[in-house]
């Protein structure tokens, strides 16, 4: 292996470890809204506001896990985040760590870096990409 295939290699393999990690610490805030798990004490109505967001949280994290769709999955999230903060918590202080909002703050942005960089070369979006690449 070169000198310059370790960075690539490096690369990938944190983008990959990145997004399995990311989409599995959201489905927890899914998990918790739509079938009250950890901790939660009751599930949210599924056809409400908090239902919606349980739903793109789980299934979406599922789908980053997966690596599948990931780019506009992951521009869908970081919107659904962009809306938590600005509905939730920037009405009480604009600053994150002082109204509770950098969870949702450091989700957007790292949702929205996803968007623009997609799943990785271990996804179900990289599979299919290597699958369509014509012989060359």
Same mark, same amino acid.
């Given at each position: 292996?070169?000198?310059? *295939?370790?960075?690539? #290699?490096? #690369?990938?393999?944190?983008?990959? *470890?990145? /997004?399995? @990690? $990311?989409?599995?610490?959201?489905? !927890?805030?899914?998990? !918790? &809204?739509? =079938?009250?798990? $950890?901790? #939660? ?7 409400? !506001?908090?239902?919606?967001?349980? =739903?793109?949280? $789980?299934?979406?994290? %599922?789908?980053? @896990? *997966?690596? %599948?769709?990931? /780019?506009? @999955?992951? $521009?869908?999230? *970081? ?12 009405? /009480? ?6 109204? +509770?909002?950098? %969870? ?11 968007? =623009?960089? +997609?799943?990785?070369? =271990?996804? @179900?979006? +990289?599979?299919?990409? /290597? #699958?369509? &690449?014509?012989?060359?």
């Amino acid at each position: 292996m070169s000198g310059e *295939a370790l960075p690539g #290699r490096l #690369r990938a393999v944190s983008l990959n *470890a990145f /997004r399995i @990690v $990311f989409g599995l610490m959201f489905m !927890q805030h899914g998990a !918790q &809204k739509l =079938f009250a798990a $950890f901790g #939660r004490d009751e599930a949210v109505q599924l056809f409400s !506001q908090m239902g919606l967001a349980g =739903f793109l949280e $789980f299934f979406g994290g %599922l789908l980053v @896990v *997966a690596g %599948l769709a990931t /780019r506009p @999955v992951a $521009f869908v999230l *970081a919107g659904e985040m962009a809306w938590a903060y600005f509905q939730a918590h920037l009405p /009480r202080g604009w600053v994150p760590i002082m109204n +509770g909002g950098e %969870l949702s703050v450091l989700y957007c942005f790292a949702f929205l870096w996803m968007a =623009f960089h +997609g799943g990785g070369g =271990f996804s @179900v979006d +990289g599979l299919l990409a /290597r #699958r369509m &690449k014509p012989d060359a």
